[in-house]
């Protein structure tokens, strides 16, 4: 008994702003919360582990499992290497030097967000068309086997760039803040120590821009990992595809159960792996503002322009010019109303979901911050990335699993029966939450990481109680950081495709639905419309968050 | 009391007032669909309300809505979809002498599970600039041929048309022969199999192929286009509808079902009767260039342009059966 | 090795139309001398330090060590060849490189041999001989300073720049560093630049204290 008094009072002390009670009560929301959320994940590492593989794992396992592995493989490789290409030239010329324009550049250098991938790979169609009198001219030549190569290489290239050209803003992003901060400070104390050139950028600028640039690259292989639309209209059989085609074509959903666990305990060991290889060194913070970059020449300032530009051509103007183009030549007017209930309904959805990941993020940082324990970090930090290392279309399979679930355990109780029924919007909002928690809990912890400890140590020293601090400190400091969570998850969220279309309501057609049933049609000019009006959102929430970020 | 009486009556107003109507679960999704809907409307004052998705997803939404079902009609563009659908037991015999009489013998249905609204064949088109006629392969088995390796265009195994397509062949030449036919026609394809039917006659016409196998009502899409580029397309080919000496050529079936259960047999029986009459058979014909069902139907001109042609209906009744075989074979051969 | 440095009229301004951040100033360090800089904030002190290093190019003005010109008005040796050490508020370390590594980078152009040796001495000289192996965020902040100490010191530059090193510093730890710090640089003869804020260190530490205010030099002493 005393043992006990005297662990308790150790602990109360230790947490020092808030009581034991509450901290453990706090911990078990989080932990229920957590399991909640991490429902779908378990099911299905549970279900591969243990569960049947399904009658179709022999087939799939001969038939189609290495030749989807190997195309997946290739496309992540070259996705990676090219989108590497892309964003750290212009991240470091746009740290370092000043040339003129480079204020333009820094904005339109993350529009290629505002693509979706699928939709990237629709607007190569026509370019592509154009090479087919080339390949032909091989075949003639050359014969059949070599024309089959040719035009199989043909479109990894396209299909590689235009993906590496939407998504190398994850890397531009994560990177140019160290470029310009970290990196160029070091960088002088190394040339102080007389380091030259090559020196420093082996010794200095690489290892310090390499775990952001890892962070942005696990971002970007997890888009590659669970896009769906530009693998298949490319014709290749990436593992999503193949998922999607064991789970309706041959109508098999524990092979595509089997095979999702398989693929998620992969990216979840190489994100502990990653984890583990930052050890011990840790990078902190940049205490220093930017000094004065240094003026280019002409030739410089060419250079650079020639960098920055090359990505955002690629990657937004070109999808851009080709969409209107479609849109004002094949079509007769811009029917604005006719996607009306798809703009409400993709507005609502993300407003919704962000607004849940808030909540969640909130509750989980704000406690992790009250309780001062690396434990609580840790652990809102594991919930989070669990989620979101599952693919898009693996997350679907486990909800659907915990779904089928949860009815067999309420079948007593008719009215929650109903409001679990698999076509409810619950499940839809339920895995994009899980899913892209991570994203609302990146934003807002950067955000309670620029409050300083001391405001809310003198808050409770004047008696307030820790959630009133929470409220009347906290919050209406973390008012940029809102709003810049709420639009980031909102834009991933209108990007996504697998997932919508695996568990979307009957009828529930948002602007990415819509675009992809279209072209799944034939009609593939007409899908130009619900695209520019997707992209035009995704690019203005972008540019507010971007400024958001300037003032501070 | 007063006031429980007029509520009552205001009630009873309303229900008279709510206009009969008939919901769709459509999987098609043509504008020409949007005006014939219209003019049921306008002729026999129905509503009809209609939701569009894809066959995988309604027929999960019937089978969830067996015990109250939320629509009267389930129309496909395939009948094996069709079929599924019957299997799963959320259809209703149509049992109306009346519109089976306007079929021909031996169309449809063997057990009265669905009508036939539509039908459209499975055709081979040829580049006329690279292939002779004389020399155009007139039967599918000839698409394996390997003499046209690296020379033909056809769309995704993924495609319930090629299912479709695969599970007749199963049907009438058996498994072994259908693998050794999908694996020929594999090894021929000019590129992996990417986008619709439409883009496989363009690819013809672009000249990244010789062959390609598509839906013919597209061929009549392509000819009456405002893009140049479709008519050039169209005009740049031939067609070949095939296995006229045998079997003959496979066709897909768009049709409805009704749902059981509905509350609305009658509006839905009625739609079922205006999509099958004589004028808007002939109106399906003119705007969406498939064929219509009914007997002695004359075709449009631009159908009359293919010539007549045998189609299989043998077949038809055992898509369903083999449709999960198709899709293990196409595995099988590396057909993605 | 006694140097001498010498900065001739030098002027600074980052914008073509803006003030002028140092205005015509030059000064003199003379062999082994530590020479205070003081002034308040925005005076121009660390962008004086920068120029000394090479970081930048000054608008006009020249700077001299010994019978070289650093920065001239057709010369602009840069920071990497000039041999000159600083010490930043910051301290700057490493982050990815252990203690060792980290002194040891200046050092690349030494022998194996020598360079061990060097390393161990001043390691030993800064008292932090059992923290070698570890990683800069494991370490004090006085302790991180005295490794920026021993880093910028290790390849014997000419001069050394202390550009208020101390500032993050708890008072009773910054005085004791202070004191250990520039016990260090008269017993190596090194002649160093020492830039602060606090008044009173300028006044226990420097030869010859300078005011800054403005850009201008208001009073020597």
Known sequence: MIHFLKQFRALRSHTGLTSAPGVIAGRLLVLILGLILLSPVIFILWGAATGSHGESWPHVKEYLLTPALKTTAILLIGVALVSLLFSLPAAWCLSNYQFWGRRLFSILLILPLAVPPYIAAYITTEARESAIPWLVEIRTNHGIDTYLKAELYHRYAWLIAIMASVLYPYIFLATRSVFAHRSRQLGQAAQLLGAGRWRRFRTIHVPLVRPAAIAGLFLVCMEVLSDYGAAKHFGFNTVTVVIFRTWFGLDELETARFLSGTILAGVLVILILERLQRGRARFGEAHSSIDNLQHTGQSGTLLCWIVCSLPIALGFAYPLVTLIQWQTEHQQNFVLSEYRSEIIRTTLLTLSVALICILISLFFLAFARFTKRRLDQTLAQAISSAGYAAPSTVMAVGVLGVASLSRTFSSENESLQSLLVSGSLIWLLFALTSRYLAVSGQVISAGFQTIPTPLEQSARILGRKPWMVFLTIHLPLLRAPLIGATILVSVDISKELPLTLLLRPFDFETLGTSTYSLVNQGHLFASATPALILIGLCAIGLIIVEFLNRKK | MILARTTLIFFLLISLLKAAEVRLYSERHYTADKTILAEFTKKTGIEVKIVKAGANELLARMKAEKDAPQADLYLSVDAASLERASNAGVLQKIESPDLSSRLPKGFGPKDDAWLPITMRARVIVYAKDRVKEAEAPKTYADLANPQWRGRLLIRSSTSHYNQSLLASIIASDGKGKALTWAQGVKNNLARPPQGGDRDQVRGVALGQGDLAVTNSYYLGILENSDDEKDRKARESVGVIFPNQDGRGTHVNISGAGIIKGTKNKKEALALLGFLTSPEIQAKYQKLTSEFGVIKDLEREPLQKAWGEFKPDYQSLHELADHQKEAVKLFDLVGWP | ?221
């Open chain 3, 1 to 221: 090795m006694s140097h001498h440095l010498t900065l001739h009229n030098i002027s600074h301004r980052y914008t073509r139309r803006g003030l002028p951040v140092l205005d015509d100033l030059s000064l003199t360090l003379d062999p082994f001398e530590i020479l205070s800089l003081v002034g308040p904030s925005g005076c121009g002190k660390s962008t004086l330090l920068k120029l000394i290093a090479g970081l930048e190019r000054p608008t006009s003005g020249s700077i001299r060590l010994d019978n070289e010109y650093l920065t001239g008005p057709r010369r602009f040796l840069p920071p990497e060849k000039r041999n000159i050490g600083l010490v930043s508020q910051a301290g700057d370390l490493f982050p990815h490189m252990t203690v060792e590594k980290n002194i040891a980078y200046g050092l690349h152009k030494w022998r194996r041999a020598s360079r061990k040796d060097r390393i161990i001495e001043l390691l030993e000289t800064i008292e932090l001989s059992t923290l070698a192996k570890r990683y800069p965020s494991e370490l004090s902040g006085g302790e991180a300073q005295r490794v920026a100490l021993a880093r910028a010191l290790a390849p014997r530059p000419k001069i050394l720049l202390l550009d208020e090193p101390f500032s993050n510093l708890d008072d009773g730890l910054r005085n004791r560093l202070r004191d250990f710090t520039f016990d260090l640089l008269r017993k190596s003869k090194t002649s160093a630049l020492f830039v602060s804020h606090h008044q009173d260190d300028a006044h226990v530490v420097g030869d010859r204290t300078i005011s800054l205010q403005k850009g201008r030099i208001t009073k020597q002493a």
